[in-house]
């Protein structure tokens, strides 16, 4: 099965630990946006041994307009990521486009904003994009989930994120607790 994405959409990957999430994004939705700036949102990434890491959005913003091509924002605050992605989609041009990689999302999209929606619904106006990594999809606000124009699911366990699955993919969500490292459902 394909794993081509649309470079100016939101691409969601959905699998819990060890299901080969980030490995997917690694490998196979990354290199599609080669060329292209990119930005990483990860809590878990260390601000020092991180390309051009940033603990705070407005350090993370003077490396955007300093022009500098990756750019790392080690924090899951939600204080932080959204002016972040908010300065990353403004700073976005169809000649310039920048995708944002958004690692343990539910730790900072667990609600919406004005600004965020903004972002989700016409960030392909300006060339932005953005995938959306994370264990537990059930803890991403439903409208942001919404916005995804490709959406991968790999192991799931959780009750809560199968009810959710089942609610996008029918009955094959009950699938993806047997699923192995890697395997996927592209939605």
Request: proline fraction near 5%.
């Amino acid at each position: 099965m394909s794993e081509h994405i649309d470079k100016t959409g939101v691409t969601c990957i959905w699998g819990g630990r060890g299901s080969g999430k980030s490995t997917l994004a690694k490998q196979k939705i990354i290199p599609q946006v080669a060329g292209q700036r990119i930005i990483v949102i990860d809590p878990m990434a260390d601000p020092v041994s991180s390309e051009n890491g940033h603990t705070r959005a407005r350090d993370f913003a003077e490396g955007l307009y300093e022009g500098q091509r990756r750019l790392t924002l080690c924090s899951g605050n939600p204080d932080e990521v959204i002016p972040a992605i908010y300065a990353a989609w403004a700073h976005s041009t169809k000649s310039d486009p920048i995708y944002a990689v958004c690692d343990e999302a539910p730790a900072y999209f667990h609600r919406t904003t004005a600004g965020l929606n903004k972002i989700m619904f016409q960030g392909r106006h300006r060339g932005f994009g953005m995938v959306i990594i994370g264990q537990r999809m059930s803890a991403v606000d439903a409208q942001i989930r919404s916005q995804g124009s490709t959406t991968f699911f790999m192991r799931l366990t959780d009750h809560v994120d199968l009810d959710t699955a089942k609610k996008i993919i029918g009955p094959e969500a009950a699938t993806l607790p047997s699923f192995k490292p890697g395997q996927f459902i592209r939605h």
